[in-house]
């Protein structure tokens, strides 16, 4: 949560959160979960995320 990721790097939830709004803008994606996908997608993950997408797109959200 952006809760957790403000504790471990000692920021504030709204720095979080405008971090992952210019990160979200540069990858073209609206959501951290279409974040993930686009990660995979573009091999910059360490393990096989297949599982999480296959579970993104039955959900009915586009994958870019």
Same mark, same amino acid.
């Given at each position: 949560?952006?809760?957790? +990721?403000?504790?471990?790097? #000692?920021?504030?939830?709204?720095?979080?959160?405008?971090?992952?709004?210019? #990160?979200?803008?540069?990858?073209?994606?609206?959501?951290?979960?279409?974040? +993930?996908?686009?990660?995979?997608?573009?091999?910059?993950? =360490?393990? =096989?995320?297949? +599982? #999480?997408?296959?579970?993104?797109?039955?959900?009915?959200?586009? +994958?870019?």
């Amino acid at each position: 949560s952006n809760q957790e +990721i403000a504790e471990r790097l #000692v920021i504030s939830e709204r720095t979080v959160r405008a971090h992952l709004t210019n #990160v979200y803008n540069k990858l073209g994606v609206s959501s951290r979960g279409a974040a +993930i996908a686009y990660a995979a997608q573009h091999g910059l993950l =360490d393990f =096989d995320f297949s +599982i #999480v997408l296959g579970m993104y797109k039955k959900s009915g959200c586009e +994958i870019a």
